[in-house]
């Protein structure tokens, strides 16, 4: 396989799923924490991305103490292991606290839950050392507009963002829009939103974004678009590559599974703009096929990073030159066959 040198790769134990679908149960065996670490070391990726309860799991059962304590064993294991955790996010989305959303909530105790447990993953973060907090925004917006005010809710997101700013100077929130899926609508949908709400925030430096492909193909956008748009922001602070097949569920699927060209234009952009030299991962959010046997569990991950691989050759052998003449003469005709022959490697 194509070496890229300049990435560091990594992936969370999510992504390591087993197969369930609303429509039915997993088809394959869950496995454990450490097995899935040997995995990753197993695959060569350099970190993990948490969330809280992927780092502490059933946090709500446990006293702030002992989430911090099964922090420490667990930056100890990491540590030991030489793999760096990439971000830690909270889990906004599954107690029934956040039924009506959580910083967005109509009713303010839960808004507090929300605030308070995202406090909480700060604190794990930087337990476990590293200073980027991810916030997807999973249930902030509506089933219906009448349901909540959205003048009132980008007030309330506002207000969660400085609330988690002020309790840690020293961390990083990034911001990772979906326009939809659990939500009808969401409040924050594309990075244009995440930029220009960071904008409202107490300390606008510390709040940049996640680009997830699936999530701006979602959005009818192109990611490479939006991730040229974040760098020049410097706000791109890390990564979901997988790959979507137009306007459905949100699929993760593997790295250009479903459109090899904007995959390929996704790492032209991230190698014309420098990603990764500020130690920025990227990160595969991928899941296998629900038809995937046991035995070819990890293919997703290795079939996802083979391909980054040899987009990365893809990009740094692009006939640039050629291509420059033909935008200078407006002949995009023979530059798209341009593009085309250089993937099918003619
Ligand atoms: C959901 C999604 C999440 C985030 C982390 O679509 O992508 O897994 O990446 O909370
Ligand atoms: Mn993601």
Known sequence: ?????????????????????????????????????????????????????????????????????????????????????????PRLWFHPN????????????????????????????????????????????TYLRESKDGRRSTDLLVEALDAMLAHDKRIRLAIEPKPNEPMDHAYIPTIGHALAIAGLAKDPSRVGCLIESAHAILAGLDPADEIDFAMAFGKLWSLHLNDQNGLKFDQDKPFGSANLRVAFNQVRVLERTGYGKNGEFVCFDVHPFRTTKPEHALKHLSNSRETFERLVEKARSFPEKAAQKLVADRNYQDLDQLVLNHLMGT
Request: aromatic share 10%; glycine share 8%.
């Open 1 to 89: 396989m194509a070496k890229s040198p300049r990435y560091r790769f990594c992936v969370g134990p999510w992504n390591f799923s087993e197969g369930r679908d609303p429509y039915g149960p997993e088809t394959r065996p869950a496995q454990s924490f450490d097995w899935k670490l040997a995995a990753l070391k197993e695959l060569g990726f350099d970190g993990m991305m948490f969330h809280d309860d992927d780092a502490v799991p059933e946090i709500d059962s446990k006293s702030p103490a002992q989430v911090l304590k099964e922090a420490k064993e667990l930056r100890k294991r990491l540590d030991g292991e030489g793999i760096k955790a990439e971000m830690v996010a």
């Open 98 to 141: 956040t039924i009506d959303g959580a910083y967005t909530s109509n009713d303010p105790k839960q808004r507090r839950y929300a605030v308070d447990r995202s406090k909480q993953t700060i604190d794990i973060a930087r337990v476990l050392g590293t200073d980027l907090v991810v916030l997807w925004l999973a249930r902030e917006g």
